[in-house]
Structures are given as C-alpha cells and as structure tokens.
C-alpha cells in the first residue's frame, strides 16, 4: 500500500463496494464459480453454518448484482460436493470431481471423478457418458481445470487420503472420452496453485506461444498473398520485441502502471498515409460541436461519377500522401479456434514464509506428446507477489491476473497481481483502501465488463473466516482494470489485405458520389453508400433529404436499378459539412472504409483524441473502442494531459485515472528534479564564493606587505577602500538580517552596499559558469510542461486541445526557468526530460 496520500487517493478511485441483493447464496466452503457473459455462476460447496454439502445453483447479475437461485425442476443435478471445478465451454458449464457423499466408506465421504454438464440455454443438467479410457484420471478434489479448444485438462489434485496427484488427464469434448494421461511431478491444488487459458488470442508474441504463430493464419480466409503478409508483420514485430519490452519496464518503474507493449505494429505495404508535418490541423479547442448537416456545401447539379478537374486534384493529392510511410497496426485480438489454441498457463505458489514461486506453460493437448515449459526463472518484476492462499486466476489481454488471501503476522487483506506474459514483468494492482477492512475471499474476471470482481463481506473478520475456509457472497468489489493498462484490445473484424483495399478505394475517383467538406473548406470526395453503411448517422441525414427531396435527380450516367431494395439517391446536393479539420476528418473517413486505425494520421495524439471524441458524439462503439486502445498505447509523460482531457469528455473512466496517475507521477519527477537542481546550485555558488574570499585575502595580504610608513601617516596602513570602477568588492550571496530598529541593545548586524563594480564582478564570475537556474514559484502548473514540450515537436497549427487545470490550487509545480547550456541540456535529457526550447 503506497503511503503517498495523493497516489492513495487516486487507486481509491479504481475500485467500488457494491452490495448484493436477492437470493443470497449462505457462506459456503470450496464452491466453484464461473463468468459467463455478464453472469456469475456459483454451484455447490459445503455450507458453513450445518457443514452439509450442497448441489445448489445461484446466478449473479454482475450488472444489477442481484443473485437469483436456479431451481432444479427435473430433478437432475449433480451430486453435492465441495472443492470441485466447473469451466465453461461454448455455452455451457463443465464439472468435474470433488468430494461428495459414500454410502460405504466409514467416514461417508469419498472422492468424484465423474464428469455434468449445465447448458445455458435450457438451463437443465446432463450428465454425458463417458468412454471409458486407460488414461481416465483417478478420483479427486482440490484439483485444477482449465479448457482450451475442445480440451479439458484436469492438473494435480489430492486423493482421498489426501495425498498429491502428480498426473494431467485430458478430455475430448467433442468425443467425450480421455485422449491422454501423463505424470506432473509437481504439487499442484486450489490452496497453492491455479490453472488458466483464454477463448482470445492477441497479435503479441507472448510466453509460452511461437512468435510465428502470433497472428493466426486461420483466423483469415483469404489467399496466398494474405498469408504472406501476414507473415512479414509477424517476422517485424519479432524484430522491435526487445526494443517494446524495454519501453514498457521502463513506463512501468516510472508511473507504477503497466504499459501495452509495443506502440505500433508496421508492415511494408505502400498503401497508407505518411506522416505530413505540415498537414492542416485544427485549432478548436474541446467543446460541443453542432451536427453536420446534408447540403451546407451543395453545388448545382449533381455530382457526376466522372470526376471533375478538383476531385482529381485531390485524388492525385492523396495519392502522393499515400506513396511512402507505413501502415501502423496496434496488438489487436482474434478468437481461438481448435486448430490453433491457446496455452495453458500454470502458476503456483508454496513455502508462504519464503515465497516459491513457479509458472508453467502447458502447450495446447492436442496430441498426447505435448509440451510443458517452466518460465519460473524468467518472472521479474520491481516487487513479486507474496504468498497467495486459495489463488483464482484469468487471463485478460497480454496480462496474467492472480489473486487470492495474503495473510502473515503485519498483513491481513486480499492482494491482486498481473504478470506481463509479453516481457514476464510483474506488478501489484493497488485497489486502494477497498480491501484494507473485511473479508474478501474470492476474485473472478467479467472479460465482457472489463473488470474484476472480488466476493466477500465487508463487516466480517478476514482471519476468522480464512480459518473456516469461508467464502461470502453479501458484497462485491468492482476493479476497473483498464485503469492499470489491462484490457482486451479490440478483435480483427478483417484481415489486413481487405483493410488496405479499404485505403485504396478512396483514392479510386470512379467510385466516389459524394463529397465531405471539412471546417477548413477542404474537400473529400466519398462513396456515400459506404458511408451510410457504416456511419448511421450518415444514413439517418440521407434519409432525412430524401423526404424532404420534391423529385429525385438521378445522374445522367447513373442507372437506377428497380432491383437495389435501398439505393443510395443522388439527390440536387450532394454534401456533407463536417465541422473538423481535414487531418481529422480524414482520419475518421479512412476508418469508415477500412474498420481499423492504422495510418500515421489516425496515430497521432491530437487526431486520436478527436476520434474518440467524434465516437462519443456520434456513439460508434467500435471506434470507440480503437481510440481508447490507441491513446493507451501513446500515454506518456507528453501526452498525458490532453488524454485525460479526451477521457473526461468522452466518460472512458479507466483511460482518464491511468492518465491522471502518469500526470501525478510527472509532478513528483519534477519535485524531485527541483530539489536536485536546488541542491547543485547551493553547492556551486559556495564553491564560487569560496574561491573567491580567497582571491581577496591574497589581494589584501599582498597590500598589506608592501606598505611603507610616511609622513603623514607613520603608524596605520593605507586605507584599502577604492573607488567602485576600480577595485571588486566582496559580495556575500547570503546577507544577514537586516534590523533598522534604532533602540538600544546588542550589536544587530546590517548588510554590506554593494557596489556596480561588485555586482558585475559576480555575474562576471558566475558567467564563466553559466548561466543558474532561477525558480519561479507557482508559475507553471503540471499539465503545462507537458503540453508546450508536446506543442513543440508537433506543427504551430495542430490541434489546439489545450488541458486544464484538472487538480485544483494544488496542482502547480515549480519550474527551473534556465537558459540553455550544455551542462543543463545534459542533465535534463539525463533526468528523462526533453529539453523545451
């Protein structure tokens, strides 16, 4: 827990309690819960107050946290057990084993090694027959189980005499039957191990998984040509991994946050947009702007589908626009599929007064000689998770999240981590305050929402129930894990060949029947039946002028088809006043054609900010989506600002804390620059003041030893005062205090005049140094720094998205205003500033 009151404050700000209502489940004992959706599916355990075991099932809303019991009206539910495992596959809820009731043994209890199955859409049991197999695992409970593809891996366990399992046994799901059996000579169950994969991959190379493999090749059906793209991607971005993992530890020891590795993904493909830094940007502040209407920018007639003089001239414009740079691809998700599944990763920890700490990668069991490969070893991170009771797991993103109970004799709380399968890097989860008081046992990940959800009771004893093995179900805590960097990064809805077709379209003049005119009067020529395809609003404007059109006026080159259900009319006017720039409406028109962001235009700070918002206003999910995963992956010390400006107007509440937090990490940076910079000035302007009492004091002993006795004056030495323009006379830098009290009472002491001479004495000394760094108080607030340095490396006329002062009377930081000299050039690009001109 950060003892710093600002950063505690803000973590508060990532977490909720929320307080459940309903058909609350009794507190239970190795229950098994599943997320589903936006639903909690909680089944069995054994019931705390009467220690039955129950085979009961509750349902909870994670969105309206109302729980609700499902009744069993055919009578079919499994047997009552507790410390089972239930996974989902396709639309339905696997369990297996666990220990239940014996008519035959002595103490009445036994382990299970069957194997039910709840289906969601009928909501009713089955119970599959399985096909018996010499590699049908032995009974067990406390065990591990995780589903990737159509296998059910079942890791560990403890048999009835509670002894380790050192076996995986894996189940066809499709056949139902066990394919393979093989030893683990690993201790593994639910009190020290947990066993996790994912229904998603991400175009990053992870852990585990063959960097060929990143972008999967049967996720597209397309031709050859396409593979091979695909290809060269995945070899460049196995190229710049080494280079991204560097920036993220760097990012991530700074602001206590972790970044996305890798900012872009580049192929070589001609067909994108370079970077123009002269392109025309906007100077329109954030701000509600007014809708475009249909036929601001009308000419008379129609537009023809040959294209006249302007529109070529703008295509050729394009085209020159789009003749070099590369095309920008952000990690981006893709579904699993049988031919290519996901990893499962093994975690486990054990020995809780000195920590051991393990990770398996278990490969895909699609064959019987599988893999498994220990990254133990390759785990790092600036603090490592503790010793973690009962841990729960999911994998979000390119990010490994284990929970679970952290108990010793100074600390009682429940502790989230993430481990960056990209670079194993990892880090805490700081939720604040939210954890610091009651009992949270039990923490599972809604993918759909976003967030981690931890159960518990905020009013009960955490060590109390531990000791019982109690889990609660009266409260939820919600995490908002895109607040540390942690979410699904949007799916692939095409491959990249069909997403660079989409760019070259709009370069294609025979296509184009429409024009957008943007606020800076340029004009971009369209295909309007892709635009109301894929922007509604667009649509809902073409619809409204045809009702308001007396007579249809089709172009003389344009026949109209009886057999089009909704042609796209071509009306008297055919324009679109869009009220932004041509650098951002560009950009929002080349997602429109292509259903992405991958040109260097779309990439840029200012144009990301304004997409987001234009999503906001015009309520496009998708785009929403890809600009908030854009700006996530551009947040820096630079940009921080304007992207908490953009994430406040646009309500994307994990994006603005993440930016605010990068925003407080700058001020202390700077705080702690300034203090430095305080220091060293303290030390050189002694230095220089010593150096120079004693140039005098050779200067005065020399006087004194060459004087002669005369006349006038036999006894005392000549008077050493000379004239100010002819002798350098000693100037304090630290005066003492002046007191201009005239009543009597010791010696006060006043400050020495100090000549012209003396004073250009001194600058001339410190001259010879340089220039020191002068502090202004209360001048510079942090969202300035930031954004003059980011204004200085863009052109004068981008997007004029000036912050505010977001953090109140509080949020000032002081400043070295300070000429430039090599030593200061230095040590800023040293302290990880760049220079401000």
């Known amino acids: 827990m950060s003892t710093n009151p600002g950063l505690q404050s803000i973590s508060d700000l990532t977490a909720s309690t929320r307080l459940t209502t ?67 596959y396709k639309n339905s809820i696997l369990v297996f084993g666990g220990m239940g009731y014996s008519r035959t043994s002595n103490d009445g209890l036994c382990v299970l090694d069957d194997v039910s199955i709840f289906d969601l859409e009928t909501y009713t049991w089955k119970h599959p027959e399985i096909i018996s197999s010499n590699f049908a695992p032995r009974p067990r409970y406390a065990h591990l189980a995780a589903v990737t593809a159509n296998k059910l891996a079942v890791v560990g366990g403890q048999d009835m005499s509670n002894s380790y399992i050192e076996e995986i046994n894996v189940l066809d799901l499709d056949e ?65 991994q080494a280079s991204q993992i560097s920036q993220i530890s760097q990012v991530s020891q700074e602001t206590n946050l972790s970044s996305s590795p890798s900012t872009l993904r580049k192929s070589n493909s001609t067909q994108s ?28 007639g129609s537009l023809k589908k040959t294209p006249s003089g302007q529109n070529l001239n703008h295509i050729r414009s394009i085209k020159r626009l789009q003749s070099s740079g590369d095309i920008n691809r952000l990690p981006y998700t893709t579904k699993v599929t049988e031919e290519n599944p996901n990893p499962i990763y093994l ?43 009962f841990p729960t797991g999911a994998i979000l993103g390119h990010y490994l999240i284990i929970s679970g109970t952290f108990l010793t004799n100074t600390n009682q709380t429940f502790s989230i981590w993430a481990l960056n399968l990209a670079n194993s890097v990892w880090f805490r989860i700081d939720t604040g305050s939210c954890f610091q008081q009651g009992s949270w046992n039990r923490g599972v990940l809604c993918e759909v929402l976003n967030k981690y959800f931890v159960l518990g009771h905020r009013d009960r004893s955490l060590v109390e129930d531990y000791n019982h093995r109690q889990t609660n179900f009266d409260h939820v805590t919600v995490v908002d894990l895109e607040a540390f960097g942690i979410y699904q990064p949007p799916s692939a809805t095409m491959s990249p060949i069909a997403q660079e077709l989409g760019l070259s379209m709009m370069m294609d003049p025979n296509i184009t029947d429409f024009e957008i005119v943007t606020s800076d009067k340029e ?21 409204q002028q045809a009702e308001r059109a007396p007579k249809l006026k089709y172009d003389g080159e344009t026949q109209h088809d009886p057999e089009d259900d909704e042609p796209i009319l071509m009306y008297h006017h055919r324009a679109l006043e869009f009220p932004e720039p041509y650098t ?22 200012q144009v990301l900010a304004q997409l987001l918002l234009l999503a906001d206003m015009y309520d496009l999910s998708r785009l929403r989506q890809l600009a908030s995963h854009a700006l996530h992956q551009s947040l820096s010390m630079p940009t921080a600002a304007l992207i908490y400006e953009t994430a406040a107007l646009s309500r994307q509440t994990g994006l603005q804390i993440r930016a605010l937090k990068v925003m407080i990490a700058a001020k202390k940076m700077l705080q702690q620059n300034k203090e430095q910079l305080s220091s060293r000035s ?83 000394t410190i001259s010879n140094r340089g220039n020191l760094p002068t ?40 400043v070295h205003q300070q000429s430039i000299t090599a030593d200061n050039r230095s040590y800023q690009q040293d302290a990880g500033f760049g220079y401000v001109n």
């Not at 607030?781 to 998205?801: A, D, E, G, I």
């Open 176 to 240: 139902m039957t066990w394919t393979s059996s093989r030893p683990f000579e690993k201790h593994c169950g639910a009190y020290r191990s947990v066993a996790v994969s994912s229904f998603n991959h991400t175009s990053l190379p992870l852990i585990g998984i063959n960097n060929n493999d990143t972008v999967p090749l049967s996720s597209f059906d397309d031709s050859s040509s396409q593979i091979s793209q695909i290809s060269q991607i995945s070899q460049v971005s196995q190229i710049s």
């Open 584 to 605: 951002v409406t560009l950009a929002f028109l080349q997602y429109l054609y292509t259903d992405h962001l991958l040109t260097p235009q779309q990439h840029q700070p």
């Open 682 to 764: 303290i030390s050189s302007i002694n230095g220089a003041m010593k150096t120079h009492r004693e140039s005098i004091s050779e200067q005065e002993m020399s006087s004194s030893s060459n004087w002669t006795p005369t006349p006038s004056n036999p006894t005392s030495p000549p008077n050493l005062s000379m004239h100010s323009d002819s002798r350098t006379s000693y100037f304090d830098p630290f005066p003492p205090t002046v007191n201009s009290s005239s009543q009597s009472g010791p010696p006060v002491h006043t400050t020495r005049s100090r000549s012209s001479s003396s004073v250009s004495a001194y600058n001339v």
């Open 347 to 389: 975690y486990s920890n054990y020995n809780f007064t000195d920590v051991k700490r393990e990770l398996q990668v278990i490969a895909p069991p699609t064959s019987t000689n599988y893999q498994i490969m220990d990254h133990s070893s390759n785990m790092t991170g600036a603090t490592l998770p503790p010793g973690l009771r």
């Open 22 to 88: 309903g058909d609350i489940p009794p507190p239970l004992v190795g229950s098994s819960t599943t997320v589903i959706g936006t639903h909690l599916y909680l089944f069995a355990g054994r019931l705390v107050s009467s220690r039955r075991m129950t085979n009961e099932l509750y349902v909870l809303d994670l969105n309206t946290f109302v729980w609700t019991k499902i009744q069993d009206n055919d009578q079919r539910t499994p047997k009552a057990r507790y410390f089972h495992s239930a996974n989902q």
């Open 523 to 543: 004009r971009i020529f369209v295909n309007s039946q892709l635009l109301s395809h894929r922007w509604p609003h667009f649509k809902a404007l073409v619809d």
């Open 775 to 814: 502090i202004q108080d209360n001048e510079t607030s942090v969202n300035n720094l930031p954004y003059q340095r980011l204004r200085s490396s863009q052109s004068s006329s981008s997007l004029n998205l000036r912050p505010r002062n977001f953090m109140g009377n509080n949020s000032n930081v002081q």
């Open 273 to 300: 947009l370079s970077t123009d830094p002269n392109a025309p940007t906007s100077n329109t502040p954030n701000s509600i702007r007014k809708l475009p209407s249909v036929g601001a920018f009308g000419r008379q």
